[in-house]
């Protein structure tokens, strides 16, 4: 389906409430957005050995956020590598802004440029499914694809479907990790959603199931953004 106008949409979502498997859906229905996952930026960085990646992965592991300056300077410069910096362009961000300090300071890199967010879902799903859904969670590294052994299944046990290359557990996926991880998302939340619901910009839809939530945010994005019948 084809948008009639740029759309810059931000998901916000507890880890866990299926913004990967969200944003796979939406790049297959809406072909131009191209999507960007702070998490997954974070996690392909950790292999280079260089004194960043030990400090990034020292945050990971212990469930922290990393500390907003860093996480600017890293997107930042990311966003602008992909010459997303500009009113014409259409893309998504998973995981970032995090906190209402990321917010602000992504949108002074964005605004001059007349890029900025444009649409703020916020995905609104129980907690205790969460708990679960993370304990069934296994993914693809190297491309960020997610499976769950639940309701998502690789085709092939532990295998992704499209290389055939072994999936993992991510090393925060434990209960303890989990649990601080959603402590700290509820903390940075009502001070973010102000943040956007003062530039009228945000909109929450609410279910357990990607299944539920899906049919909603892609309601918005065609109701917003696109032609009903195109
Ligand atoms: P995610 O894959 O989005 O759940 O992110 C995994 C981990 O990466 C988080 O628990 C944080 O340690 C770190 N991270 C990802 N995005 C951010 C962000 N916007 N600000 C700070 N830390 C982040």
Redesign the pocket.
Known sequence: MALVRPLRLLLLGA?GSGKGTLTSRLLKQFPTISSL???DI?RSQLSSGTTLSHEISS??KE????PDKL?VRLIGGELDKRNWLNKQSTWLLD?????VG?ARSLDQVLKPNEASINMVVELDVDQKVIIDRIEARWVHVNSGRVYNLDYNPPKVPFKDDITGEPLTKRD?DTAEVVSK?LDLYNKELQPLKQFYQELNVLHTVSGNTSDIVYPQLAQLVIDNYSHINN
């Open positions: 880890p996952s702070s998490g974070l945050y990971i469930g922290k956020l990393l996480m995981g970032f802004p995090r906190t990321q925060d991880r």
